[in-house]
């Protein structure tokens, strides 16, 4: 069922859009009715409609602002702009800011029902793509082909993200539908012959990842795992044991400097990559191979020994530890710190200050 959000200051004309949309029942569902531009820019980011029909005057926040905040959220959102005879100027605007499509008022069954089966026919193509380049993304990791896998995951990650309308929640939901697909077919095809994956421990991990970069990061380390066993069969390809260790020092040695003196920013795992010259699932597997541990834990266990010298040698609020280190949210901190050390940052100032 696709949703529909009705944007109108005109009760009576939401009433008669719903009679006419009553056609497409087994198709669109209603999920909300807003009477101006705020309202509707509110509701689409709760609701996350598929597809908006707006009229373009309203007091307030006008169709125009608001549809082109919305776009900007999300720019395969459809949105059906309603519009009188002489509104010309507006809907030459409307269109040049990504508006799907117009109909004049007053509103025909007809044309109303033939703008929405257009947007119907293009949301169905743009699910059957994603669909596709999952699929795909499979076979990808079936047939060992790492690089492919990887630019396939980051599309369908930015698919997910568009489609997401920024709402983590939906976001994650999408995300862990994938994973559970990509582990699968990783033990399907003995991928992996250790037990080197435990899904609880997986999902119970990406509910607890706060915002869409990290749960990106996380699937994408997933993704490295699944491939690493192919790494020492690759690196003995190409250099001597002696060579190799060399090798990989100086591929991390620049993205442990950075981590060093810029540990107060968020990290990102491709950010680093950039930084060492290689790709991002190539850098991720020599990084938990030298380091014993992935990127994401190296960087919070990093940032966590930065946090204790402040608690014990200084008098520094936590709250301003927390900022310091790039947390700007105190409980987010106190929550990364007590998985680590198995203490609040209060009882271990208490303890060593």
Same mark, same amino acid.
């Given at each position: 069922m696709y949703k529909i959000l009705l944007v109108d200051d005109e009760s009576l004309e939401r009433e008669a859009l719903k009679i006419m949309l009553e056609q497409f029942k087994d198709q669109v569902t209603i999920v909300g009715e807003a009477e101006n531009g705020r309202e509707a820019i509110e509701l689409d980011g709760k609701l996350d409609p598929d597809i908006i029909f707006m009229d373009i005057k309203m007091p307030g926040i006008d169709g125009i602002k608001a549809s082109e905040i919305i776009k900007n959220r999300n720019e395969n959102k459809a949105i059906i702009v309603l519009?009188?005879?002489?509104?010309?100027?507006?809907?030459?605007?409307?269109?040049?800011?990504?508006?799907?499509?117009?109909?004049?008022?007053?509103?025909?069954?007809?044309?109303?029902?033939?703008?929405?089966?257009?947007?119907?026919? $293009?949301?169905?193509? !743009?699910?059957?793509?994603?669909? +596709?380049?999952?699929? #795909? =993304?499979?076979?990808? /990791? %079936?047939?060992?082909?790492?690089?492919?896998?990887?630019?396939?995951?980051?599309?369908?990650?930015?698919?997910?993200?568009? $489609?997401?309308?920024? !709402?983590?929640?939906?976001?994650? +939901?999408?995300?862990? #539908? =994938?994973?559970?697909? /990509? %582990?699968?077919?990783?033990?399907?095809?003995?991928?992996?012959?250790?037990?080197?994956?435990?899904?609880?421990e997986c999902f119970y991990k990406l509910k607890s990842l706060e915002n869409i970069e990290s749960i990106s990061t996380y699937i994408h380390e997933i993704l490295v795992l699944v491939f690493d066993k192919t790494i020492e069969k690759e690196i003995k390809i190409e250099e001597s044991d002696n060579k190799k260790l060399n090798h990989l020092n100086r591929v991390l040695e620049p993205a442990l400097k950075y981590i060093e003196e810029n540990y107060r920013e968020e990290m990102f795992l491709e950010k680093m990559a950039s930084i060492s010259n290689v790709s991002p699932y190539y850098f991720s597997k020599l990084f938990k191979k030298e380091?014993?541990?992935?990127?994401?834990?190296?960087?919070?266990?990093?940032?966590?020994?930065?946090?204790?010298?402040?608690?014990?040698?200084?008098?520094?609020?936590?709250?301003?530890?927390?900022?310091?280190?790039?947390?700007?949210?105190?409980?987010?901190?106190?929550?990364?710190?007590?998985?680590?050390?198995?203490?609040?940052?209060?009882?271990?100032?208490?303890?060593n200050y």
């Open positions: 519009t009188a005879y002489d509104d010309f100027d507006l809907i030459h605007k409307a269109l040049t800011l990504g508006v799907n499509d117009y109909i004049l008022k007053p509103v025909k069954a007809d044309n109303l029902l033939k703008a929405l089966s257009v947007q119907i026919d $293009s949301l169905k193509i !743009n699910k059957s793509k994603i669909k +596709e380049k999952e699929l #795909l =993304l499979m076979d990808k /990791i %079936i047939s060992e082909e790492e690089n492919e896998a990887e630019t396939l995951l980051n599309s369908i990650i930015e698919s997910y993200v568009i $489609s997401s309308n920024e !709402n983590i929640d939906y976001f994650r +939901e999408r995300i862990q #539908l =994938l994973l559970e697909r /990509i %582990i699968k077919v990783a033990l399907k095809f003995k991928l992996r012959q250790d037990k080197w994956i435990n899904e609880e380091m014993g541990m992935n990127f994401t834990t190296y960087v919070t266990k990093y940032k966590v020994e930065k946090a204790k010298e402040m608690l014990k040698n200084t008098d520094i609020p936590i709250v301003n530890i927390a900022a310091e280190l790039g947390y700007y949210e105190c409980g987010y901190f106190t929550k990364i710190f007590k998985k680590v050390e198995g203490v609040t940052p209060t009882k271990y100032r208490n303890k």
